[in-house]
């Protein structure tokens, strides 16, 4: 059954669904979504991501990793946790780099937190020389220190939308119109109660967004740090404010396309609300680091540098895919001020790379 099937089946059951489970439907959950059953990324895919552009990134990432480690006493052993390796074009880029420290290196055990059965494929290619271990979510970790790193992780879990309307909130859903789905307003759920400060200025007919499972998330692993150590570094695309508007976007072959009519088939995000995550993982005990624009996270670890040692040993092709794969990572019309980094780290860590 694929997912548009499970979620007409769903709705003409029980009534209209909200947002966050539209999104669940189609992405995760019931063995049909979007993510279980492909690999989207890449130029032949529906999407390309920071890693995919350039080596630069996970390297840079990789040196993050070491020097936070390192900052922790070097804890023997370690946790080097992903969530949501993709290909694990990342990861590989990571380790390759932090081969400048190879008690890191042996000192870690990798864990990757994965749902998709293709992509589990391409990382056990990529990453098996290092015996990872797979989890379908956070809760089956391990305990101990852990360096947990997610890049486009957070925008992928669901949201509830909530539109402001004269009688005050109401919350979007989807709901059956003749073959296809059509948006709809509902009673809003309880999660109107997550609504942000900002959120209450949103004027009749604004939308406001929130992400329980991204809060979730973000005060377990603030928790989880401040209790046993070291840090979670998040790096997605959002505003460093709350902020009222509809981020709900479906991508299909690189182009935007209708989300109710590519259920399954095109990727759902939303822009994450990186300082509700902050504030979970404050309140649950752990430091918080930014966000800073990706612009100044990748420039404050010296991209430019190793763009130039790169370059110097290219020939004239590969230099000039070096100086466009560096401008679109930290261009501020590119990635570079959309995309934002937060780190999430034992209280001990008053300073991280990255974050001047
Ligand atoms: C946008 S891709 C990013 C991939 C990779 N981090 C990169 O930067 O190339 C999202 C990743 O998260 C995984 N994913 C999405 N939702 C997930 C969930 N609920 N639990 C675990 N993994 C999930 C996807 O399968 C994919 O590996």
Redesign the pocket.
Same mark, same amino acid.
């Given at each position: 059954m694929t997912a548009l099937d499970l979620l007409k089946r769903r709705i003409a059951a029980s009534g209209p669904v909200t947002v966050a489970e539209f999104m669940r439907l189609s992405?995760?959950g019931e063995g049909a979504g979007y993510?279980e059953t492909r690999d989207?990324?890449g130029r032949a895919g529906d999407?390309v991501? =920071?890693? !995919?552009i350039s080596q630069m990134f996970g390297e840079l990432i990789g040196l993050w990793c070491v020097d936070a480690w390192e900052r922790t006493g070097a804890p023997d052993p370690f946790l080097l946790v !992903?969530?949501?390796?993709?290909?694990g074009?990342?990861m590989a880029d990571a380790l390759r780099a932090a081969k400048v420290r190879p008690a890191f290196l042996s000192a870690m055990r990798l864990h990757l937190? !994965?749902?998709?059965r293709p992509?589990r494929d391409a990382q056990e290619q990529r990453l098996g020389a290092f015996h990872p271990l797979w989890h379908?979510?956070t809760t089956t970790l391990p305990d101990g220190p852990a360096l947990i790193v997610?890049? !486009?992780?957070l925008? =992928?879990?669901p949201i509830h939308q909530f539109q402001m309307t004269e009688q005050g909130w109401r919350e979007r859903g989807v709901d059956l119109a003749g073959d296809g789905l059509s948006w709809t307003l509902m009673s809003p759920g309880a999660q109107t109660g997550l609504l942000q400060p900002a959120h209450r200025r949103a004027k009749p007919g604004e939308m406001a967004e929130v992400c329980p499972a991204a809060l979730s998330l973000g005060g377990a692993l603030g928790a989880r740090v401040a209790e046993d150590g070291i840090a979670t570094l998040f790096i997605d695309y959002g505003p460093a404010a709350s902020a009222v508007g509809d981020s709900l976007q479906a991508v299909k072959a690189h182009r935007f396309c209708d989300p109710l009519t590519e259920v399954g088939a095109a990727?759902l995000?939303a822009h994450v609300d990186f300082a509700a995550v902050a504030h979970a993982a404050r309140e649950a005990g752990a430091r918080v680091h930014g966000a800073v624009a990706q612009a100044t996270f990748l420039e404050t670890l010296g991209i430019r540098t190793r763009a130039a040692l790169l370059s110097a040993k290219a020939n004239e092709e590969d230099r000039v895919a070096i100086a466009q794969a560096m401008t679109r990572l930290i261009d501020p019309r590119q990635m570079g001020s959309l995309f934002k980094v937060l780190a999430i780290s034992h209280p001990i860590l008053h300073e991280l790379a990255g974050f001047p």
């Open positions: 992405l995760a993510y989207p990324l999407f991501t =920071a890693p !995919e !992903e969530l949501g390796p993709g290909r074009t990342l937190v !994965e749902i998709s992509l379908d979510d997610g890049n !486009e992780f925008d =992928a879990l990727d995000t």
